[in-house]
């Protein structure tokens, strides 16, 4: 099938429909024949509005869940299959040979990116670029990782070996936000320590997977990785179901998590490694560099249009600067152009979700009628796919948009006087993963600083919020993540210290000389990787 599209650039049309008539397990792709879901794009092909036939995805059921799941479990067999026993080098070997494949398909991943989820061309860009940057540092990580165990530790008389193992079966479930790289930041960590995985693609941003599938196929033992689609209902339930996972990898919302999690017979056994929601606030103190603070609150309020977790979703702006603060964030606001992605100089794009303008209307008109004011001329103009970014002022806790993670383009303005009211805010919060921190004295950063890193996880000091750079630790306290994730962290999230030990003597000595002499065993090995 194919599709004509108006006034679009030659490169970013998509004249053929992706079709995604299969999906990934046990080492094939399988054809499907049975009902499948439309994907739509709320990015207009025609003069006359209307949504954009992207293409088909399979509308699995349980059965093929299932089917997925048990591929899963006898790739892993017990911790005895092909993989997880595995050389290191040898794991390295298959993930290399995916991103370079996966490198192929730069220009296919990064215009279903802009199609799908609205991403300007340059942030789509980034994102994969971006992420195979991530797994070439996961790749050299991982075999750091190796080198500091290829070694033999002694204490107490007991001589011991200890490496990281796999866990198990992953269930990994990404966002539709970010759908290649922080799904690919929970996937490639799982694979490459020796789990087996499950993976569904995210609503919004499915399509995009379609390229990489070849590559998963190819560059994997069979049933290491699994690829379906459907409704998470019908098919990640009755995974969770069966007891039979051992990782919830997920990024997404708290409900979505916690009612998988609640699916599992046995919880206790149910590692979690969990990216969720967040309300990060910007503190802009009076003696702030107002430009600087400006043009970040902007970078951390209206990148992808708000629609990150780690966006700043409310400011709160000291009274003495505050009118100052307002006027000029709003005319910088207003100044930021709207198009579709591939637009030179667009940083507003369509929202993905076609409700969303509605519910940002909704977060706007309890706000007003609670006394707060849209403060910038252009703030909730509406078209069929957006809505523009509404400033508004004074924000009060009783309004909606204070409470809800907005998720879009409202941006919500808090005056305070004293310090103590932006932090018991934060300790009251149902999230605490990052807050931006906008002021020059020494004096009273201090003792903030000091506070705030027990209440969030990442001070950003006159900047905005963000993950990066992937090396550092990216997580969240209460609701907002359930361990680590970053390069580094999200190995050791995905993994477990496990080791062989033996008494010190000589009958015990002589049989570990001949384990590493012989090479025989994958696991007891001093060879390094250089």
């Known amino acids: 099938m194919t599709s004509t599209f108006v006034n679009i650039p030659e490169q970013f049309q ?12 046990d080492g094939a792709l399988i054809p499907w024949r049975g009902e499948t879901s439309k994907v739509y794009s709320t990015i207009s ?37 092909l993989w997880p026993t595995m050389k290191v080098v040898d794991r390295i070997a298959c993930m290399e040979k995916f991103v370079e494949q996966m490198k192929t398909k730069r220009e296919e991943v990064v215009k279903l990116l802009m199609w799908e989820i609205g991403k300007n061309l340059p ?30 530790v002694k ?3 007991v001589n011991a070996h200890i490496r990281r193992g796999p866990l198990g079966v992953v269930l990994c479930l990404g966002p539709y936000n970010y759908p290649l790289n922080e799904t690919f930041a929970l996937l490639i ?100 560099d107002l430009d600087l603070a400006i043009d970040e609150c902007i970078a951390g309020t209206t990148s992808f249009n708000g629609q990150r977790c780690t966006a700043l979703k409310v400011l709160y702006v000291h009274e003495d600067i505050v009118e100052e603060f ?34 940002i209307q909704d977060l706007i008109d309890d706000a007003t009628e609670k006394g707060a004011k849209v403060i910038n001329e252009k703030g909730g103009d509406t078209t069929e796919n957006y809505i523009f970014p509404a400033v508004l002022y004074p924000v009060t806790k009783d309004m909606r948009v204070f409470q809800e993670e907005q998720f879009g383009p409202v941006i919500p303005i808090v005056p305070f006087s004293d310090i103590e009211e932006p932090l018991d805010d934060m300790a009251e919060s149902n999230y605490g993963q990052q807050v931006s921190l906008f002021g020059n004295d020494v004096k009273t950063l201090a003792p903030l600083i000091d506070t705030l890193v027990n209440l969030v996880c990442r001070v950003n000091l006159n900047s905005s919020c963000q993950r990066g750079p992937d090396v550092y630790p990216f997580t969240g306290r209460k609701d907002s993540a359930v361990a680590t994730l970053s390069v580094h962290d999200a190995l050791r999230s995905f993994s477990i210290r496990t080791f062989v030990a033996s ?9 570990l000389k001949d384990l590493l002499d012989s090479r025989a065993s994958n696991f007891v090995s001093t060879d390094y990787i250089l």
């Open 14 to 25: 998509i004249k053929n429909l992706v079709d995604q008539n299969t999906y990934l397990v």
């Open 45 to 81: 092909s025609t003069e006359d509005y209307k949504p954009t036939l992207l293409g088909t995805i399979p509308t699995l059921g349980k059965k093929e869940a299932i089917r997925a799941l048990d591929s899963a479990v006898s790739a892993y067999n017990k911790g005895q299959g």
């Open 123 to 152: 942030d789509s860009e980034k994102e994969f670029d971006r992420t195979v940057e991530y797994i070439y540092d996961t790749i050299e990580d991982y075999k750091q990782m190796d080198r500091d165990s290829a070694k033999f």
């Open 155 to 157: 204490s107490s008389g």
């Open 189 to 288: 960590p799982a694979l490459i320590m020796g789990n087996t995985a499950i993976f569904k693609p995210a609503k919004h941003g499915v399509l995009l997977i379609s390229p990489l599938l070849e590559a998963f196929r190819d560059s994997f033992p069979k049933g290491v990785v699994n690829i379906i689609y459907g409704r998470g209902r019908t098919v990640a339930a009755p995974i969770m179901q069966s007891g039979k996972v051992d990782v919830l990898a997920l990024i997404g919302n708290s409900k979505s998590a916690n009612a998988l999690q609640n699916q599992h017979p046995k919880s206790n056994r149910l590692r979690l490694v969990l990216g969720l929601e967040a309300k990060n606030p910007a503190i802009v103190l009076p003696d702030a």
């Open 326 to 359: 307002n006027k000029r964030f709003s005319a910088k606001v207003d100044a930021l152009k709207f198009g579709n992605p591939w637009e030179d100089g667009a940083k507003l794009t369509p929202l993905p979700e076609p409700d969303k303008p509605d519910y």
């Open 503 to 511: 008494k010190d003597n000589d009958y015990n000595n002589a049989i």
